[in-house]
């Protein structure tokens, strides 16, 4: 069984480009997390989500994010018009369906990937 | 509201004597609490989890906590340090019977010594 899975690991893009990034969940996994680590701090909550909704957005900026989780494919974090300043390690995490709580807190993290903003 | 203080940003220690962690949480629900491991480059690893089961918690790699309600306290430790120790390691919170947003530490630096 595959882990989460995170591309591209690594991305380069120039201020006012777009980034796309790309978690494929655990088979079997419905629920996406992704957080963004700042250097030398800890990871910070952004967006959760379920197959096709948005469930908790309350970590992701105002402005130039957004997050989708589609029917097929992989979840995608999208930064537009990117800045310095978005220049992290960005990391998804899926967890299992079912009931909250118990042993469904366990998220499984995928590698990440790193932005860098030129 | 939910926090986790890690008291110690960087912890030195000499391979084979003892590891100590220290975290402090804030809750107003029942927390979850866990420690992830992060090796340099890496994805996050995780060492162990306390859902409201046994107080003290093994997990991999020789590393255990215990959960003191009354000291709002996961300490993490172990007896004896591996070079293979040597990350980055986030004690983080999350609400029991919620969905899973996980709070986390600022993270402690381990170096392990020879």
């Known amino acids: 069984n595959a882990g989460v899975m995170q591309n591209p690991r690594h991305l380069v893009r120039r201020r006012g480009q777009e980034a796309r990034l790309r978690c494929s969940p655990m088979k079997g996994h419905s629920h996406v997390y992704w957080y963004r680590q700042l250097p030398e701090e800890g990871l910070k909550f952004m967006v959760y989500?379920?197959?096709?909704?948005?469930?908790?957005e309350s970590g992701m900026p105002k402005e130039r994010f957004s997050a989708e989780f589609p029917k097929e494919g992989p979840s995608i974090l999208r930064i537009q018009q990117v800045v310095r300043g978005d220049s992290a390690a960005y990391f998804c995490?899926?967890?299992?369906?079912?009931?909250?709580?118990?042993?469904?807190?366990?998220?499984?993290f995928g590698p990440g990937t790193r932005l860098t903003v030129l | 509201a939910q926090s986790v203080t890690q008291l110690d940003s960087h912890v030195s220690v000499s391979e084979g004597t003892p590891v100590l962690l220290r975290c402090n949480y804030s809750?107003?629900?029942?927390?979850?609490l866990f420690w992830y491991v992060q090796h340099p480059n890496k994805g996050l690893q995780l060492l162990l989890k306390?859902?409201?089961?046994?107080?003290l918690v093994k997990g991999i790699n020789g590393f255990e906590a215990e959960f003191k309600k009354s000291e709002t306290s996961f300490h993490l430790t172990k007896p004896s340090a591996h070079m293979s120790d040597a990350a980055e390691y986030f004690c983080v919170v999350s609400r029991s019977g919620g969905y899973n947003k996980l709070i986390f530490g600022a993270g402690t630096r381990l170096a392990v010594h020879p």
């Open positions: 809750s107003s629900y029942s927390p979850s």
């Open positions: 995490a899926s967890s299992p369906p079912g009931l909250a709580g118990g042993v469904n807190n366990e998220q499984f």
């Open positions: 306390y859902t409201s089961a046994a107080t």
């Open positions: 989500l379920q197959k096709e909704n948005i469930i908790d």
